[in-house]
């Protein structure tokens, strides 16, 4: 009876354990090169990924990942929508995050309202200018 305590399966047991715990995971994959791989991912799909697991959350996270998803006139744009002093304490996925929202840009003037965000799928810049009140005035001399 109790040499079913002291078998040879036991000994098995034991080694896989030890030989499945010593196997490379994802977890083991380094962030630098997780990081490169999502830099050539839609956004969403960097998102889906980063739950994943921790490292894949932290590369996800990189500057470098979501500056190649902004426009090249992002700064331009984040300045003027989102202020100065707003960007510079944010991450370029929070920038990224900020501007494809609708933003307001027109001090909140009741005349008209200028909105932009950019477009997730293309990463280009859209712009809506709406009026409320269009008047045109024409000088007949």
């Given amino acids: 009876m109790g040499a079913a305590v002291s078998s040879p399966d036991k000994a098995e047991n034991e ?4 030989s499945q715990s010593s196997k490379p995971g994802l977890g083991d994959i380094p962030e630098s090169c997780i ?18 697991n921790r490292a894949f ?4 996270s990189a500057d470098f990942v979501w ?24 991450t370029k996925k929070e920038i990224y995050a ?3 929202l609708p933003n307001r840009f027109d001090g909140g003037a009741k005349v008209s309202c200028f909105m932009l965000w950019i ?3 293309s990463s ?3 712009i ?6 269009l008047s045109f005035s024409f000088n007949s001399s």
Avoid: Q, W
């Avoid at 902004?70 to 002093?85: C, M, N, Q, R, T």
């Fill in 15 to 18: 080694e896989r354990s030890i």
């Fill in 35 to 52: 990081s490169s791989l999502l830099m050539n991912l839609d956004p969403p799909d960097i998102c889906k990924l980063a739950r994943v």
């Fill in 57 to 60: 959350h932290r590369a996800s």
């Fill in 67 to 90: 500056e190649s998803k902004l426009p090249p006139s992002y700064k331009f744009l984040a300045d003027k929508v989102l202020g100065e002093e707003n960007i510079a304490t944010m």
């Fill in 98 to 100: 900020k501007l494809t």
């Fill in 119 to 121: 477009h997730i799928p």
């Fill in 124 to 126: 280009l810049v859209t």
């Fill in 128 to 133: 809506l200018i709406l009026s409320l009140s």
